[in-house]
């Protein structure tokens, strides 16, 4: 309903504080919890996991355009 109406880009902008506002507790709750050294420990893991991620989400969204039959235009 919000995005029909004229006051959509002045609601988006009073909720993005408050969104900043959540991400960073977030953030921060999560680096309170996880200790450095398990990080460390476990960085081949971590990287392997955010390189499985990337490649994976390459690969499922390359053939979307294509198969929409849209090409994907610059911003």
């Given amino acids: 309903m919000l995005s029909a109406t004229d006051q959509q880009e002045h609601c988006l902008a009073q909720l993005e504080h ?3 506002f959540f991400l960073s507790l977030f953030v ?26 990337i490649a994976c989400k390459t690969v499922l969204a390359r053939p979307a355009p294509l198969l929409l039959r849209s090409l994907p235009e610059p911003a």
């Avoid at 990080?39 to 390189?51: D, P």
């Fill in 18 to 20: 408050l969104k900043q």
């Fill in 28 to 53: 921060s709750s999560i680096g309170l919890v996880i200790s450095p050294t398990f990080l460390a420990q476990h960085l081949r893991v971590l990287a392997g996991g955010l390189l499985l991620t």
